[in-house]
């Protein structure tokens, strides 16, 4: 598997390395892979502080070190979402400018609690509305499987750095697909939780009315499992705390969808390997039961319709709230910043009552299956420039978005969780991903099931982790 970062976390807490060994790996492996673009901002001071924060801590208060279940693992945050005190954050846009930093957020504060060490911010397109991340302030964020190819979007620097062994692990956020597309083309393992699940605070507007959330891209499903557990819980609004459920894995009706519509068809080995991922959960005796495009039909179009008009207006909103000066933004942006001003309350308020209608038709869909299995993306990641930001048509831009991830929305407008892993490489060694959807709550049977079809050992990691001893 090329190691993760319960092996780099291990290695540190049993002294095979410090963290201030890690680190500096971790640093000279971000400026000798500088030309992938993974990295939007970097602080090798605030990295080695902290680093050397954690070692001292080692040798001063060993018990207090050894509970932190990440101490002294060197970690990026995403160039959006957060904030994390010290990294100054600008979306991907010339709107702002990399000077200062905000406060800790609640969840910020518990990635340093869980004993990370943080020293730089990945890229991410102009406020995560893309699926590649190529912001035209730079950097342009390549796939270390495929230079060619995108990385994904939003949270294409942090899946780009973790699958080229920069770091082990990395901050991401979702709206729209943000940690599970780009974990799809890098072949990680990534998860957008139930809503509510993760901490959400101080500055709750960051979420979007409820449709994205933080965690992480990660290597394994035991680092997503570990990740989840110490950072979610107690989130404090503006959604109940959805507890885990106490389930029964033993015996599953598995919903299987390898339809994505004759709009967006998938290709045919990514609906094989769907299908394979199904046969391989029928053999532990889990009941298969097949779906078809129909039953997904409205809620697709009515996700992708809310996403659409939730992050236009937030973004105008935005732009207005802070007297920015939008006239600097990519020409995409102030269209869709334009879109959500133009954009009458009795329209969005249609659309909020439909995304309410999508999580209504999924839990009917859960009275039938205990959990679904379907495509996370219609194609092999596509080349650099494929989601150009340089025009002002946005449905044209949504609707290059929903061709490559058909199904992305989906979790985010519902509030259900999903989770996405490689199970297999095509004919160019790219990712054969798969998607897992449950009812909410239900992370413990995600992370059960994605943990059986790791075992199959049909993807290994091409980049080892920076600093891992062999």
Partial sequence: ???????????????????????????????????????????????????????????????????RPFAGVPILAKDLGGPFAGLPVTAGSRLFERRGGEADSDLASLFREAGFCLFGLTTSPEFGLSLASEPAVGPICRNPLDPARTAGGSSGGAAAAVAAGIVAIAHATDAGGSIRVPAACCGLVGMKPTRGAIPGGPSFGNHLAGIAS?????????????????????????????????????????GLLTDTGAAYPTEGD????????????????????????????????SSGRAFADIVSVNLA?????AALDESRAERLTQAFAARGRALPATSLWNTLNDAVLVSHKLWALFDRVDCILMPML??????????????????????????????????????????????GQDEHAMPLPVQIMAPMGHEPRLLSLAARLETEGRW?????VAGLPS
């Fill in 317 to 321: 909103a935005l732009i207005e709230a």
């Fill in 378 to 423: 219609s194609s092999a990641p596509l080349a650099i420039g494929s989601f150009p930001s340089d025009h002002a048509d946005t449905d044209l831009h949504l609707e290059r978005m929903t061709a490559f991830a058909p199904l992305a929305c989906l979790a985010n407008i519902s509030g259900f969780p999903a989770l996405t892993l490689p199970f």
């Fill in 1 to 67: 598997m090329q190691g993760d970062a319960t092996d780099l976390a291990e290695a540190i807490r049993h002294v095979s390395l410090s963290a201030t060994e890690a680190m500096h790996a971790s640093l000279a492996e971000a400026q000798r892979q500088k030309p992938l673009g993974a990295i939007a901002y970097l602080d090798a001071a605030m990295g080695l502080a902290s680093a050397n924060g954690r070692d001292r801590e080692r040798r001063s208060e060993p018990e207090r070190f050894s509970n």
């Fill in 270 to 301: 990514r609906l094989a390997t769907v299908e394979a991922a199904a046969r391989a959960l029928e053999s532990d005796g889990h009941v298969i039961v097949p779906l078809s495009w129909t039953e997904f039909a409205w809620s697709v179009t």
């Fill in 460 to 464: 290994r990691h091409r980049f080892p």
């Fill in 214 to 254: 933080e965690l992480a891209v990660c290597r394994s499903v035991r680092d997503t499992a570990l990740i989840f557990d110490e950072l979610s819980g107690n989130s404090r609004g503006p959604f109940a705390d959805p507890a885990p459920v106490d389930i029964d894995n033993e015996r599953l009706r598995i």
